[in-house]
């Protein structure tokens, strides 16, 4: 089954990184996905997608007993994880490719900078580093240069 059958909006995709974490019964979904996101997802949202996932083998539902109440807790399975793992993957790949033109690479150690980058003249140069503490560790190796 393909990513994009199964998935149609964004809040599929923060319910299926929710089950990432651990198992959840739908309230508990529902109530996630309202904190974190200041959204709400009704359950005709939740419930037939968690049934859908079912149908597919990625996920699998367990009785959990909390006092008189029993709730279903769903879970991914060896399936789901490796479903989850390729969609957000492919995710991953398409944010990366969205924001790399934004990107800075870090004058000293290579890392990447979204935004903020601290700039440091260097050599009549602007440089662009992580931190001021990169920018002095580079100036330091470079026996001053500004």
Do not use: W
Not at 11 to 31: A, D, P
Not at 95 to 119: F, M, N, T, W
């Amino acid at each position: 089954m393909e990513g994009r059958s199964l998935l149609t909006d964004f809040s599929r995709f923060y319910v299926l990184l929710l089950l990432y974490e651990g198992g959840k019964h739908g309230y508990e979904i529902m109530s996630s996905i309202e904190k974190r996101l200041g959204r709400t997802a009704s359950p005709s949202l939740v419930y037939p997608f968690l049934k859908l996932l079912e149908e597919h083998g990625f996920v699998e539902p367990s009785a959990d007993n909390v006092g008189r109440k029993t709730r279903t807790v769903y879970s991914l399975t060896a399936a789901g994880v490796q479903f989850c793992d390729r969609l957000f993957s492919q995710f991953t790949n398409i944010v990366s490719s969205a924001i790399e033109p934004s990107l800075q690479v870090c004058a000293h150690c290579g890392c990447r900078v979204y935004k903020d980058a601290y700039i440091q003249r260097v050599r009549g140069e602007d440089l662009a580093f992580c931190c001021k503490y990169c920018a002095r560790s580079f100036l330091r190796g470079t026996k001053g240069g500004a």
